[in-house]
């Protein structure tokens, strides 16, 4: 899998949008770009991917740069309750795999 | 659908002892893993399974053993317990390729 590369912390207003960088830039043609957060110690949550083209579900929306070296996750309407941990993965979409996650970025919401 | 159900939730050993963490899915994912958190730390992959019968390593397998008898159960056992292994331990189901559904955790302290 491709390494990626986050911010460790990032701060956002409650109802503006969160924009979350992330860097891959040896991802492979086969790689999805995958983004999980985890709030508290929980375990962490399937957020949202995508191969290429920009992605959008109900909890976010993903934005791929068109060489794929680099997204975005973006969270809408900020709220308390996406503070969390937000991990960003490359990921093979087929055949055997081994997935490992980085230390992603802590995003705090302010009110 | 449990999900991914993990036991027990906490756990206390003292330095030598094993024990197994237990872990099952209901989804008919043929992708497991486990992974260990240490405070204020990423997720790092201990051991994952593609199917029964199959398993390898991850990133930090030393000190613990799987196996994979069954497409529900992915147990993870350590042999003798040490104080650097003192963790979270999350597991995590999938169909191969596609995003992981993570259990609750099972929160672990080595004396």
């Known amino acids: 899998d491709a390494k990626t590369t986050q911010p460790p912390s990032m701060d956002c207003a409650e109802g503006r949008a969160a924009n979350l960088p992330c860097n891959h830039s040896t991802i492979s043609g086969n790689e999805y770009v995958y983004w999980y957060r985890q709030i508290h110690s929980q375990g962490p949550q399937y957020i949202i991917h995508?191969?290429?083209n920009n992605e959008t579900n109900e909890m976010a929306s993903l934005i791929i740069t068109e060489d794929r070296k680099s997204s975005t996750l973006i969270l809408p309407h900020a709220t308390l309750r996406d503070t969390a941990v937000y991990y960003c993965i490359a990921s093979y979409s087929g055949g055997y795999q081994k997935v490992t996650f980085g230390t992603g970025t802590k995003l705090q919401v302010i009110p | 659908n449990a999900g991914v159900t993990q036991t027990p939730k906490f756990q206390v050993l003292k330095t030598g002892q094993s024990m197994t963490l237990q872990c099952a899915q209901d989804?008919?994912?043929?992708?497991m893993s486990w992974y260990r958190q240490d405070p204020g730390m990423g997720l790092r992959l201990i051991h994952y399974?593609?199917?029964?019968?199959?398993?390898d390593q991850g990133e930090v397998p030393n000190g613990y053993n799987v196996s994979r008898s069954t497409t529900e159960d992915f147990p993870l056992r350590l042999l003798s317990a040490a104080p650097s292994q003192t963790s979270v331990y999350f597991c995590a189901s999938s169909y191969v390729g596609s995003e992981q559904y993570f259990g609750p955790g099972t929160r672990l302290t080595v004396t």
């Open positions: 989804m008919n994912h043929e992708y």
């Open positions: 399974s593609v199917g029964a019968g199959i398993t």
């Open positions: 995508g191969l290429k």
